[in-house]
């Protein structure tokens, strides 16, 4: 391939994530990627939504839910969508030691979240409410864990940025990515609100 | 430093070839010198969320209502997260992904909807 590289398009008056023409093209197509992800959600919650009282021989939503660990699991994701609000605040501010502070305690958070959900998937399998056991089970596990997945490549994702932003500083590239992972981030977030309102506070509605 | 936040569309062409219909769409910059907006986004949540899990410990309202005012809260709490922290207004051009997620919104209600809806029909669920 011989085309000419086009010169860069650089728009002064943006943040840096959105001033270089291609780099914030990504941005918009971020936001696409992350509709088709709320239609994976929505059909998870269709069939949770379908299956929650179809239980069989297992427990119901009201006896397996406890709701402490849950109430962690919320705040420590709510808290960690607001030091990676901090994080995306410190980037505009050109603040890289800030940036890089709100970005690791973001991961801790997010690793705590996935700990304790782990912990608590491991509790209920232990009690005998594995996924086989009813249809309320296998579609509680699918949309819980489905999310948790995505909390966990979020992590592993974000270690990736995180070494980028240390060795290569604050450019077009890494704000960039930086910006399309505080959304997924985000977005991760108000999932997680829906599951807790609707499989966990829902459950516990008798 | 402040320079760097500031947004002028006329210096943008993509902003200026579009009419007044596509208005709502043109890109909006926050500047903060503190992130009292980021503080109160979050201070707002966890009362979201304390309220919803408040209201469905004390069984304050009938099943259904309750459900009704917590997924109320949920979808509050959402706008809050997008209006707040994901700067749903910025963007280069114009801000495309406000049309995205209309229409998934769209999409995802009908999607779950019709499904509760059509499972109510000669099956167990109710």
Do not use: C
């Not at chain 1, 959600?41 to 009201?62: D, E, I, R, W």
């Not at chain 1, 930086?178 to 599951?195: A, E, G, K, M, R």
Request: proline share 3%.
């Amino acid at each position: 391939m011989n085309l000419p590289v086009e010169e860069p398009k650089l728009n002064p008056h943006v943040p840096t994530e959105f001033s270089d023409e291609k780099e914030s093209v990504k941005i918009t197509g971020f936001w696409m990627f992350l509709v088709t992800d709320v239609l994976i959600f929505a059909s998870l919650f269709s069939s949770y939504a379908v299956f929650k009282n179809q239980v069989a021989q297992g427990p119901t939503a009201n006896q397996l839910f406890t709701l402490g660990p849950v109430i962690l699991e919320t705040v420590l994701l709510l808290t960690s969508s607001f030091t990676i609000g901090l994080a995306i605040y410190a980037m505009r501010k050109q603040n890289k030691a800030a940036l890089m502070t709100w970005l690791i305690l973001t991961l801790l958070l997010g690793a705590g979240f996935v700990t304790a959900e782990v912990h608590d998937f491991v509790t209920f399998v232990s009690a005998g409410a594995t996924w086989h056991k009813s249809a309320f089970l296998s579609g509680f596990y699918i949309l819980v864990g489905t999310h948790g997945a995505h909390v966990t490549f979020g992590i592993i994702w974000a270690l990736t940025i995180l070494i980028q932003v240390a060795r290569r500083g604050l450019t077009a590239v890494t704000t960039r990515k930086l910006f399309t992972f505080s959304l997924y981030w985000h977005f991760l977030d108000i999932v997680w609100i829906f599951i807790f309102t609707f499989v966990y506070l829902n459950g516990k509605i008798v | 430093m402040s320079q760097r936040l500031e947004f002028r569309p006329e210096a943008d062409d993509a902003v200026n070839d579009e009419g007044e219909a596509l208005r709502f769409m043109r890109p909006h910059f926050g500047e903060e010198k503190f992130p009292w907006v980021q503080i109160w986004g979050y201070v707002g949540s966890l009362v979201l969320t304390f309220a919803a899990l408040i209201l469905v410990v004390d069984h304050v309202l009938p099943p259904l209502a309750l459900l009704s005012v917590i997924l109320t809260l949920a979808v509050g709490q959402a706008a809050l997260q997008l209006g707040v922290f994901m700067h749903i207004r910025e963007s280069r051009g114009l801000a495309w992904q406000m049309i995205f997620l209309g229409m998934v919104l769209l999409m995802g209600v009908g999607m779950v909807g019709m499904s509760i809806w059509i499972m109510t029909f000669k099956s167990g669920v109710s």
